[in-house]
């Protein structure tokens, strides 16, 4: 008969065990009353027919036994439900078992003999009790369980074979057909628990499995607002978030009377990098420049690309001549450094022009941007890799 656990899973195992410690735990108190009482109880009921040392150091022996555990239980018993146990708690819960269960068959050996009839009977029914509650009260540890009722039934089954085979026919038949049954029962009880324990692990990681998928939609989900509002390849913003946060950011400046400023800008020559050296070249080209205008721009001024090599920057509490300034200093550290080109190709120089524009308290966001707009095509025509203020 096996009682194993199934090896289906890490978490049932871990699970398993966890719930048989548990279990124990919480049925110890049991154990700690009912045993000391019933030795206690035989052994004076058998005090004028068997040795006094030997009632005495037995009862002592169960006590010596039971201390530890009760010592065990008083340290675990408030303690949170642990996340793992180890293997050799449940062969430490066999052990003491076994002992529990030898010193009950101690008791059978050798006082059944000095029994009469009610004396004998009395033996009968309480190992029987016995067993019957370890199958109970331990389902959950059912090698612990026959470590204990074994050594208790078997000399007592031994000792009713050997004086009531006369008196008491039927009796050994019944004491057999009880152990084969609780057996049986143990069996039951374990398959039982397992099954119940199994349910629970499959329920929680259900639980964490739709979790997770519910933390992967999460950033699914944000990761999709992202590319919304994003450009994917330069990590600024796109058309609509640019006008998304450029309307607050003037909407305050005109609180505040404060004058803000329209950049518009874009590389020179840009397609003739795309056609000599390909789009991967040109995106690399995209995303260094990118990074050189936010890193040259004040942190609340607002950038974003509107497609292809242009780029929009909005400039609060900017005058045009303070963003042509700005602007300017983003042209020279676009064209002061080289971007160096993947497999060893000559290391590349871009410019780019730029428009500027100023918006007025009554001025539309998109006026503005095309009138920045003209400024830098103003500025391609004088000559590229300069920077032009409408209206000037």
């Known amino acids: 008969m096996q009682f194993s656990i199934p090896a289906t899973s890490e978490n049932l195992e871990r699970a398993l065990r966890v719930s048989q410690a548990v279990n124990r735990v ?6 700690f009353v009912a045993n000391p009482l019933l030795a206690v109880f035989v052994a ?3 005090w004028d027919r068997a040795p006094h040392d030997f009632l005495t150091i037995t009862v002592g022996a169960m006590l010596v036994l039971l201390t530890p555990a009760f010592l065990s239980w008083r340290r675990l018993r408030k303690r949170p439900r642990p996340t793992d146990v180890s293997p050799g708690n449940e062969r430490r819960a066999i052990i003491f ?33 016995l067993t019957g509650g370890s199958v109970a009260f331990f389902s959950s540890s059912p090698v612990a369980s026959i470590a204990f009722f074994l050594p208790t039934m078997a000399p007592l089954f031994a000792r009713i074979v050997e004086f009531d085979t006369t008196e008491m026919r039927v009796l ?18 374990w398959d039982q628990f397992v099954e119940t324990v199994r349910i629970l692990v499959q329920r929680d990681e259900a639980l964490i499995a739709a979790q997770a998928s519910g933390h992967q939609l999460e950033v ?12 994917e390849l330069t990590g600024l913003k796109n058309r609509r978030a640019f006008f998304d946060d450029a309307e607050p950011a003037i909407a305050a400046a005109r609180r505040r009377k404060l004058p803000v400023s329209v950049a518009l800008m874009d590389l020179d020559f840009f397609k003739d990098i795309n056609d000599t050296y390909g789009h991967a070249v ?6 260094e420049v990118a990074h050189r205008i936010t890193a040259t721009l004040r942190e609340e001024q607002i950038v974003g690309r509107f497609g292809g090599e242009e780029f929009v920057a909005l400039l609060p509490d900017t005058t045009p001549a303070q963003a042509l300034v700005a602007v300017e200093r983003v042209r020279r550290a676009v064209g002061a450094a080289l971007i160096a080109v993947p497999g060893g190709g000559p290391e590349l120089r871009v410019t780019l022009s730029g428009g500027i524009a100023p918006l007025g308290e009554v001025d539309d966001l998109e006026e503005v941007i095309d009138q920045a707009d003209k400024a ?9 890799d300069r920077v032009e203020v409408f209206g000037i």
Do not use: H, N
């Open 26 to 31: 919480r049925q110890l108190p049991t154990v």
């Open 44 to 46: 004076l009921v058998f």
């Open 97 to 129: 078992s076994f002992f529990l269960g030898a010193i009950w068959g101690t008791f059978a050996w050798v006082l059944y003999p000095l029994g009469g009839t009610d004396e004998r009977t009395m033996m009968t029914i309480l190992a029987v009790g």
């Open 172 to 189: 050994p038949a019944s004491v057999a057909v009880f152990l084969l049954t609780s057996l049986f029962f143990t069996r039951t009880a």
């Open 220 to 231: 699914a989900l944000s990761r999709m607002q992202d590319l919304a509002m994003v450009d």
């Open 282 to 287: 040109g995106d690399l080209v995209l995303k």
């Open 376 to 384: 830098m095509y103003r500025a391609k025509g004088l000559g590229r």
